[in-house]
């Protein structure tokens, strides 16, 4: 008899059933434009399908030239795209694994002077002002996510997911902080996440009912200004409505002062936003976040029946926080003080919300507190530390 009967049981989505409910999350590898780098990422991803995992997600890939992190970066825009990205596919279906691939639209956040936003307001870790996009703008957007997805199902890809979180393009949308336009696509909530549904409404027409489709919520963006729960759990009801096969677990915008994923954040701190939301939508959820092992899951969420986590195991490492570029990676170090462990860190099978999680930047707890001024403005300038080469041969799943 398996130890953890539920997250190793099988996932019927209807049109496919995947073999258990463990999925790895998405992340860059640094691969996606490396030299021969089709060839190596193949092999990466069927190890990991070897390793038993459910579902895979790649590291994100551009719907266009303007969405990438910076110029030249990996986007799905043609059919010749499609092709290279069967040696993945393929490799993976051999190992006996399910793979979807990520699109996802860096907006703000991207490294280049044609970079957009909804609105043209610089992000804290960006060197530019995005372009504001038009009304036409917007919909070419839509059309180039329906595109991309389109043209992942060419490749052979089992299903994609539409990133919506971690406080890019799409997430940029949804939150007023950075939407500040008055026509159909900002305002009012209902206005504002009129782009993600319109993304997954059209997608699901366009790839048909046999097709996965994944939609990474935002559930806790940890800036100013950020969705409340109610607005979030809005979303996930319309996104459900739109067509979504599962619906994934954000936290955190890169931009955010508030570790999420660092060894001094305790195990599965944010399955609680996610159960949250979970009685209002009836697809199935992924939890995440410092989910290191099996028992993770379970503990924090006893009636996980249609729940499933990112466990990153032995042949599944933890994701980057960075969107594919150094400086946000900095944006989520820790504080090197010893603060005493907020009260949240105890064992909970209620999970109550952590105060901190509110938008009172005073109840954060100390040890997430934004750092002083000069300390902060250090860590856009600051060099990167290469990780020695004995660190790096650590295996994928180690801890401390």
């Known amino acids: 008899m398996s130890l953890y009967p539920t997250l190793l049981s099988p996932l019927d989505l209807g049109f496919t059933t995947l073999p258990n409910r463990v999925l790895m999350g998405s992340m860059h590898i640094g691969l996606e434009e490396a030299e021969r780098g089709f060839e190596r990422m193949a ?88 372009n504001a996009l038009t009304d036409e703008q917007v919909e070419e957007t839509v059309e180039e996510f329906v595109r991309a997805a389109e043209l992942a199902r060419v490749a052979g890809y089992d299903g994609v997911e539409i990133m919506g979180s971690e406080g890019y393009l799409i997430n940029e949308f949804i939150v007023s902080a950075t939407n500040h336009r008055t026509d159909r696509w900002g305002g009012s909530y209902e206005n504002r996440i009129r782009f993600p549904v319109e993304i997954v409404r059209r997608v699901r027409e366009r790839v048909g009912s046999d097709f ?109 926080s960075s969107p594919r570029r150094r400086p946000a990676a900095r944006t989520r170090s820790t504080p090197a003080s010893g603060a005493t462990r907020p009260a949240w860190t105890t064992s909970s099978a209620s999970r109550s919300p952590p105060a901190w999680s509110t938008r009172a930047p005073a109840m954060r707890p100390s040890w997430c507190s934004r750092p002083p001024g000069p300390v902060n403005a250090s860590l856009w300038s600051a060099p990167v530390r290469r990780v020695s080469r004995a660190r790096s041969r650590r295996p994928s799943g180690a801890t401390r």
């Open 212 to 320: 996965i489709l994944i939609y990474r919520l935002s559930m806790l963006d940890l800036v100013p200004g950020g969705s409340t729960l109610e607005e979030v759990v809005t979303l996930a009801k319309e996104i459900e409505a739109a067509g979504a096969t599962i619906i994934n677990t954000g936290i955190g915008w890169h931009e955010a002062r508030i570790p999420t994923i660092a060894t001094s954040v305790p195990r599965a701190a944010f399955t609680w936003v996610t159960e949250k939301v979970r009685g209002a939508v009836s697809v199935p959820l992924v939890t995440s976040n410092r989910i290191n092992t099996p028992k993770s899951p379970r503990r924090s969420s006893p009636r996980a029946g249609r729940t499933w986590s990112p466990w990153p195991g032995p042949s599944s490492p933890t994701r980057s």
């Open 43 to 130: 092999a990466f991803y069927a190890e990991r399908a070897r390793g038993g995992v459910g579902l895979i997600v790649t590291g994100g890939i551009a719907p266009s030239e303007r969405a990438c992190s910076f110029p030249g970066g990996a986007k799905m825009t043609t059919g010749a795209e499609a092709e290279q990205h069967r040696e993945i596919t393929s490799a993976v279906h051999a190992a006996g694994g399910r793979i979807a691939m990520q699109i996802l639209h860096f907006g703000r956040y991207a490294h280049h002077p044609d970079l957009v936003a909804p609105s043209a307001l610089k992000a804290p870790i960006s060197g530019f002002t995005p």
